[in-house]
């Protein structure tokens, strides 16, 4: 049975092996290489943080918050970032990182979360839709791949937003 539960820094090398794994798929970032975690810790916000983990409490898959802004009314503002491990993929994991995320950022007083998605990403798009989210945009050719089966070739990213219903409504 799956449980999601906060990310400590224990958790540390299973969430950069499953940051690696999507990495390396070349559908999920234009990273290349999984940061340490001092680097990883450093670009996220310090709450929430979550990370699924299975009955033997191995770590299955993992979400975060970054800012998209230091300006203070985007405070409310956040791009999500959630990988899932590929032996639990399709198993409703990433169903359950993003119900746990979307409720524990709205009781951190975020209002809006956004994502960036290679549009062949259609798993995460799925998921991301199936959260509320919707997609307000394609930016096209934002960058180069540098790795993966793309490699050398320019990507689209869909730009897709959700509106909490309970914060920042006033």
């Known amino acids: ?8 820094a224990g ?7 499953i940051y690696q794994a999507g990495i390396d798929t070349g559908q999920a970032t234009f990273e290349t290489h999984a940061p340490d975690w001092t680097a990883f810790d450093q670009g996220k916000m310090a709450a929430p943080r979550l990370v699924s ?3 033997d409490g191995s770590v299955t898959g ?4 970054s800012p998209t802004s230091s300006r203070c009314v985007y405070g409310g503002v956040a791009e999500i970032t959630i990988y899932v491990a590929a032996s639990v993929r399709g198993k409703g994991v990433g169903t ?5 995320m979307v409720e524990a950022s709205e009781a951190e007083g975020i209002w809006t979360l956004v ?5 062949e990403n259609e798993g995460s798009v799925a998921l991301h839709q199936k959260a509320g989210f919707d997609i307000l945009g394609r930016r096209k050719r934002i960058g180069k791949m540098r790795h993966g089966p793309m490699a050398g070739q320019w990507r689209d990213i869909l ?4 509106r909490s219903s309970r914060v920042g409504i006033d």
Not at 1 to 8: A, F, G, L, V
């Open 1 to 8: 049975m799956t449980k999601i539960r906060t990310m400590t």
């Open 11 to 17: 958790d540390a090398e299973d969430v950069r092996t």
């Open 53 to 55: 983990v299975d009955e």
């Open 62 to 65: 993992w979400a975060v918050l």
């Open 96 to 100: 359950m990182l993003m119900e746990a």
């Open 115 to 119: 994502a960036g998605i290679f549009p």
């Open 159 to 162: 730009w897709l937003e959700r």
